[in-house]
């Protein structure tokens, strides 16, 4: 009997280990297979990026790795499963994610972020003025998109003074071809320039550098980020009936949906508020603080927020981690 007991309270105590770690065993890392990310390059996709991986290294066990490029070849890696997560996938805007995933080669989970938005902008003090900064309005009737060519030549473009300049997304990024279209479809390639700046850093540059020196700028941006809370600006209206609302998901290869529900499942539940979001992209940019150490700085800060997504074994070793 003695015998007998102890075997039983020996598979009792392995049915309670196996149970205790049954949030960390996941087919895909357990097989040596490393999760792939898009290295993003701006800076809400770079924060998401670190966090998810975080996530998945320090509370699951996985080897995560990050590989660089522009977001298109970046959906495409992941339609062909070189890639297997990009952290904020701004769904249905690209041509490449939308015939992947059409194909079944991509999808797309959960909510990173809500409320996110994009368009085409100018400083505020352009339209209305700015007493306080000694400013005038120079073009008091700038309201839509389709009202600027007759304001060309407030953003004259230094290098072909003929036409305005308008600052473009960086080549490679999906919002530079959706930006190149709109050029076209508001007959505005005859009166401005396509402008396209080397980086997303370099884009910032060149919008704060215009509103600190109060000259005029027109410029495509997005949040979440930290540039739209520190520079006052409008965003000028599309053609009527244009819906440009945006949802962002977590974008994933189908193999790796397929094969790691449970990292799936983890990775479905992301989500930070959008306004605390643009809290953290501020203090990195106002800060100097690099995309790792601020993943760092949010985990330890935002515990309340990350353990929803997380196993209670999960957030215990993560927790460890910091």
Not at 28 to 54: H, I, P, R, Y
Not at 127 to 155: H, M, T, W
Request: charged share 20%; proline share 5%; hydrophobic share 40%.
């Amino acid at each position: 009997m003695k015998i007998v007991s102890k075997i039983k309270y020996a598979a009792i105590g392995l049915a309670l280990t196996t149970g205790a770690n049954a949030s960390f065993a996941n087919d895909w890392c357990d097989s040596g297979k490393a999760v792939k990310f898009a290295g993003l390059n701006w800076e809400s996709g770079m924060l998401l990026t670190e966090l998810m991986q975080t996530v998945l290294k320090e509370g699951y066990g996985c080897e995560v790795e990050s590989l660089p490029g522009n977001s298109i070849s970046m959906e495409n890696a992941l339609s062909s499963n070189d890639i297997q997560v990009f952290a904020e996938e701004w769904v249905g805007r690209s041509e490449v994610w939308n015939k992947a995933e059409a194909a079944g080669k991509v999808v797309g989970v959960g909510a990173p972020v809500i409320g996110a938005i994009e368009g085409w902008y100018v400083p505020r003090f352009v339209v209305e003025g700015d007493a306080a900064r000694g400013i005038k309005a120079v073009a008091p009737g700038l309201k839509n998109i389709s009202d600027l060519p007759q304001y060309s030549a407030i953003f004259r473009d230094q290098e072909e003074p003929s036409k305005g300049r308008f600052y473009n997304c960086p080549a490679g990024w999906t919002c530079e071809t959706e930006n190149t279209k709109m050029l076209k479809d508001y007959g505005l390639e005859s009166s401005y320039t396509n402008f396209r700046t080397g980086t997303g850093p370099a884009l910032d540059a060149a919008v704060l550098s215009s509103y600190k020196r109060k000259e005029p700028i027109l410029f495509y941006y997005w949040s979440p980020t930290a540039l739209l809370g520190r520079v006052d600006v409008i965003k000028l209206e599309e053609k009527p009936g244009v819906d440009k609302s945006v949802s962002i998901q977590v974008g994933l290869s189908k193999t790796f949906h397929d094969e790691a529900p449970e990292l799936v499942s983890v990775l479905s539940k992301v989500n930070i508020p959008i306004d605390l979001l643009n809290t953290y992209l501020a203090r990195m940019s106002t800060e100097n603080i690099n995309a790792p150490d601020l993943a760092k700085t949010f985990l330890k800060e935002k515990p309340e927020i990350w353990k929803s997504w997380v196993s209670t074994s999960a957030a215990q070793n993560i927790q460890s981690s910091l």
